[in-house]
């Protein structure tokens, strides 16, 4: 700022040389466009909303289950993961076994993960309930294997913020995968 000062300064004398109301005019003006550069680059606090107005609503608007299907409709399409509206307005989530969990395993596998996360994220503030079942592995009737792959699906969405009352393990899947039926009246 010192060197830009002594600019005007020089230029200021080398157009008016001795005229103090020439000086005066070229201060004056060096003044004023400083103020003026300064106004646009000024910051404050931002101003109050009007109560009543639209920025002062109370808070994010509600996700419904069909805006929910179609955004993640589009964020996974191309994957095997399929997403749909059920007739009694469910959303139901299907991720294959083979991308859920490894064979007599229940551990999750990254792809399961990602589902999980991002349906634990847009439900965690909503008064939804979820359903969950898993599969045991193709071919194998193994009741066991199927409800831990439940029971450790409930704790990942648990652990992310989900409430566990919020959560019915209900049996084997009757797909080979993880199904997750969200709804916003409680299941059956």
């Given at each position: 700022?010192?060197?830009?000062?002594?600019?005007?300064?020089?230029?200021?004398?080398?157009?008016t040389g001795s005229n103090p109301?020439?000086?005066?005019?070229?201060?004056?003006?060096?003044?004023?466009?400083?103020?003026?550069?300064?106004?646009?680059?000024?910051?404050?606090?931002?101003?109050?909303?009007?109560?009543?107005?639209?920025?002062?609503?109370?808070?994010?608007?509600?996700?419904?289950?069909?805006?929910?299907?179609?955004?993640?409709?589009?964020?996974?399409?191309?994957?095997?993961?399929?997403?749909?509206?059920?007739?009694?307005?469910?959303?139901?989530?299907?991720?294959?076994?083979?991308?859920?969990?490894?064979?007599?395993?229940?551990?999750?596998?990254?792809?399961?993960?990602?589902?999980?996360?991002?349906?634990?994220?847009?439900?965690?503030?909503?008064?939804?309930?979820?359903?969950?079942?898993?599969?045991?592995?193709?071919?194998?009737?193994?009741?066991?294997?199927?409800?831990?792959?439940?029971?450790?699906?409930?704790?990942?969405?648990?652990?992310?913020?989900?409430?566990?009352?919020?959560?019915?393990?209900?049996?084997?899947?009757?797909?080979?995968?993880?199904?997750?039926?969200?709804?916003?009246?409680?299941?059956?």
């Amino acid at each position: 700022m010192g060197d830009s000062v002594y600019t005007c300064k020089a230029v200021a004398a080398s157009h008016t040389g001795s005229n103090p109301a020439m000086r005066f005019v070229w201060f004056g003006s060096a003044v004023v466009a400083g103020l003026m550069a300064g106004c646009g680059s000024v910051s404050g606090p931002a101003p109050a909303a009007v109560p009543g107005s639209v920025a002062s609503s109370p808070g994010p608007a509600r996700v419904t289950l069909a805006s929910e299907q179609v955004r993640l409709a589009e964020l996974f399409r191309g994957t095997p993961v399929v997403i749909a509206m059920q007739s009694d307005g469910g959303l139901r989530v299907v991720v294959p076994l083979q991308y859920s969990f490894d064979p007599a395993s229940a551990v999750i596998k990254p792809p399961l993960g990602a589902v999980l996360d991002r349906l634990a994220r847009s439900q965690h503030n909503e008064a939804t309930r979820l359903r969950l079942r898993a599969a045991s592995d193709a071919g194998a009737a193994d009741p066991a294997l199927s409800r831990g792959r439940a029971e450790r699906t409930r704790d990942y969405l648990v652990a992310r913020g989900i409430a566990a009352s919020r959560i019915t393990l209900a049996g084997t899947a009757k797909t080979e995968g993880v199904e997750i039926v969200v709804a916003e009246t409680p299941l059956r």
